[in-house]
């Protein structure tokens, strides 16, 4: 079990440009989180996957975004024509059902981010 | 909707020092609580959970009390060190149509000093 990685860590982009960042979760865990943190806030969230099917995306993820989970495994966020409010770390997080008594409480494992700053 | 609020940081301590960071909530049903911790270039990393009234969760001499007459889950240490410096999100997950996407709060910076 390696965790969960994220791809690239680091992305400088102009304004106008596409991005596209991938995640790998952790390889036996069904679901798939997006989240975005500015600076000073927690994280918030933008979509998750259960195995390829998308469930629920919030309201901040505007017609610029996309993700895409196409074999139930890594999944990749797209951001089109940035802007440089979407500057941001992006955070991507797994998650299984968990055993016992506990059984609903799905823990979350966090990758270590990609930070992207739109110029 | 449901919320968090977290002590504004950074809290700044000695080493061996006691620490509290406290954390209320504000949910429709009844949620499950977490303290996650951030060290500086690295994603969260779940530090403690409770799911019920009155459950206790620790770690790495870290506990927290789910406290529901108060809506509280405040996070203490007896004697932090320099390695604890990171921040640190109280969150809370609850059922909704069986997502239980968690919500956090805004994060409260610590800072050990030796």
């Known amino acids: 079990d390696t965790g969960v990685s994220q791809d690239p860590r680091h992305k400088i982009t102009k304004r106008g440009q596409n991005v596209t960042f991938r995640c790998d979760p952790i390889s036996e865990h069904n679901r798939l989180y997006w989240y975005r943190q500015t600076l000073g806030q927690g994280p918030e969230f933008l979509t998750y996957?259960?195995?390829?099917?998308?469930?629920?995306k919030s309201r901040l993820l505007s017609d610029r975004f996309s993700a895409e989970r196409p074999k139930g495994s890594f999944s990749t966020l797209e951001i089109q024509r940035t802007e440089q409010g979407d500057s941001a770390m992006y955070l991507c997080?797994?998650?299984?059902?968990?055993?016992?008594?506990?059984?609903?409480?799905?823990?979350?494992?966090f990758g270590p981010g990609t930070r992207l700053t739109v110029t | 909707g449901d919320s968090v609020t977290q002590m504004e940081g950074p809290v700044t301590l000695s080493e061996e020092a006691c620490l509290t960071i406290n954390c209320t909530y504000t949910a429709t049903g009844y949620p499950s609580l977490f303290w996650y911790v951030q060290y500086p270039g690295e994603g969260l990393q779940l530090l403690l959970k409770a799911t019920k009234a009155d459950d206790k969760g620790s770690n790495k001499g870290f506990e927290a009390t789910y406290r529901k007459e108060t809506t509280s889950f405040h996070l203490e240490k007896g004697s932090v060190q320099v390695s604890d410096s990171a921040v640190y999100f109280c969150?809370?997950?609850?059922?909704?149509?069986?997502?239980?996407?968690?919500?956090f709060g805004r994060g409260t910076s610590l800072i050990v000093h030796p």
């Open positions: 996957f259960q195995n390829e099917a998308q469930l629920e």
């Open positions: 969150a809370l997950s609850i059922s909704s149509g069986g997502s239980y996407i968690p919500t």
């Open positions: 997080a797994s998650s299984s059902r968990t055993s016992g008594r506990e059984a609903k409480i799905y823990e979350q494992y």
